[in-house]
């Protein structure tokens, strides 16, 4: 039978909203998409919905909170990003925690990632632009464009997008430091992080939008689909 993959959701002016794309995906790949709303009791319902699940996508969003690294760069949150919603936070963080205590696959996109890796002790630049020296325009609103990643020979996301690819841009927050289990496998030309993932493949997480690149980014959803369904 086809996994069930879960698909998290944003929070905007009340109503909770997801990009179809990201159905689109997981469906093309072969997978049954579910898509996971906010409930009020967020632990409970992350139980339940880690249960029903055989792997889950983390969408992107706005900025995120936890594990942010502040300097005199950037003391606060740059203005061009609001942070995330605290019932989404909440939401994502209790499925999130649970997910990575278990064996299912985790594909973490964008804030998604961020989030990921925050939750397991990693730290993100809140505007990388303004704290790493260096560092190019990564936010579309700022002048970005699509950029190469390279990824490191004999890792997960080389074996399954290849060592190299085109990818977009929409994101002005950054990995600093992996959280424990994860490590950075693919880079952009400036050396931010784009890619984390563990030593088993099982979790991954892409700092760009594969939902958006078409047959490029399909093999990614594709290797979640397959881990979901025990065949990788």
């Known amino acids: ?31 049954v998409p579910v898509i996971v709303p906010m409930a009020g009791d967020v632990r409970a319902m992350a139980d339940r919905y880690v249960s029903l699940l055989d ?7 706005p900025a995120v909170v936890h594990g942010l690294v502040t300097d005199r760069a950037c003391p606060t949150l740059p203005t061009d990003i609001d942070p995330t919603h605290p019932i989404r936070e909440a939401a994502d963080q209790a499925l999130l925690q649970r997910f990575l205590a278990t064996s299912k696959p985790v594909l973490g996109i964008c804030y998604g990632m961020q989030l990921m890796n925050a939750l397991l002790g990693g730290t993100i ?11 190019a325009a990564h936010s579309v609103k700022r002048g ?22 085109e990818v977009n841009t929409r994101h002005l927050q950054a990995v600093a430091t992996c959280g424990d289990g994860l490590v950075a496998t693919g880079y952009a ?18 700092q760009y939008h594969p939902e958006r690149l078409g047959a490029v980014g399909a093999p990614l959803f594709a290797h979640v689909v397959r881990r979901a369904a025990g065949a990788v």
Do not use: C, W
């Open 55 to 61: 792997g889950l996508v983390v969408t992107g969003g």
């Open 189 to 206: 030309p400036d050396g931010v992080v784009e890619a984390l993932e563990g030593d088993d493949g099982r979790l991954l997480g892409v």
């Open 125 to 135: 630049y809140a505007d990388v632009q303004r704290q790493r020296t260096g560092t």
């Open 1 to 31: 039978m086809a996994p069930f993959i879960g698909i998290t959701t944003s929070l905007n002016d009340g109503e909770q909203r997801l990009d179809s794309a990201y159905v689109r995906a997981v469906e093309t790949a072969g997978g």
């Open 144 to 165: 970005g464009t699509m950029h190469a990643v390279e990824h490191a020979s004999g890792s997960t996301m080389a074996d399954v997008l290849g060592e190299q690819v």
